[in-house]
């Protein structure tokens, strides 16, 4: 979220107290502002913060116009406290580009941009613009903000589905043929029905049946990592390495050959769960590419005899007689 702040503080010749209840109100404006929140202030400060940025380097650029003056120390103080940074000082301009007000032979920069330090990168320019004046005497200041707007994009979520592993269950089987069949009974005459609706009736049934006995998976975020594979085996192998790893980190530094002796059996789990993942892996691999047993008909089918492919082609063949 970002905060805009309009300021004008009073002018030089204001008594004591109208220049301290504005500070104390900028004060308060800024405390109830979140740390974790942008701010952008600007306005006519009526302060001098001067071109050389002596003991508020972190706030002050170092390329500002003129003298500081006591209106000056106060904003840099402010500054500081909020640890804001003055954007005009950022910058290295001519002096027609620093002037902020213009009055006779009287120039002055008294109008200021300030943002949080930390955002600083944020600002591509700041300048003034000598032919724009505002008023007779003050000058427009234009400031540059380049903001990186974040969208936040929904993870994806997988559906959900019918717990089918449940028909290993040889309760949860009975009852579903038990709801099935009595489902079944109840449903009206088939018989006038087409294949099509027929089927449609039944896989409904099933499936809300299912659906009622086995129950159905939340729909989490989808799991990037392909680990459909593993078996239990892999998994009791994996979960002595992350062990290992943590009774290796648990180790003070101070115990060094204790801390020596975990990092030595984390490495030697962790070899020992790359090469078991390997394998499996290669195991599950090797099945894609195993050549399938094929009946004589379906090897006919796949590759055909030369006759059938000259048939293909368009090519007849010809018997020769011997006379």
Known sequence: MSNIVSVYAPQTGCDDATKEKFWNDFDGVMIAIPNNEKVFIGGDFNGHVGRLNESYERVHGGRGFGNRNREGENLLQGATAFDLAVANTFFEKQDQHLITYKSGNHNTQIDYFLIRRDHIKEIKNCKVIPGE???????LLLMEIKIKIQKSMPKPKTLPKIKWYMLEKEECVKEFRT??????????????????????????CMRSEA????????GKSMIAKDTWWWSKDIQNILKEKKDAFKGWK???DYDGNSKEI???????????????????RGKVNSKLYEVPRLSPRAKRLIS????????????ST???HKR
Not at 197 to 203: A, G, K, P, S
Not at 262 to 280: D, F, G, L, T
Not at 306 to 314: A, D, I, L, P
Request: glycine letters at 4%.
């Open 133 to 139: 004046p505002l008023v007779s005497q003050h000058r």
């Open 179 to 204: 709801r099935v069949v009595d489902k079944m009974i109840d449903m009206d005459d088939l018989n006038n029905k087409s294949g099509n609706e027929c089927w449609n009736e039944i896989v409904l």
């Open 304 to 315: 055909p005899s030369k006759s059938e492919e000259k048939k293909c082609k368009g090519y």
């Open 211 to 218: 659906k009622n006995v086995f129950g159905e998976t939340k």
């Open 318 to 320: 010809c018997e020769m």
């Open 250 to 252: 648990n180790v003070s």
């Open 262 to 280: 975990k990092k030595n059996v984390y490495v030697e789990k962790k070899m020992k769960a790359k090469k078991a993942v390997a394998i499996a």
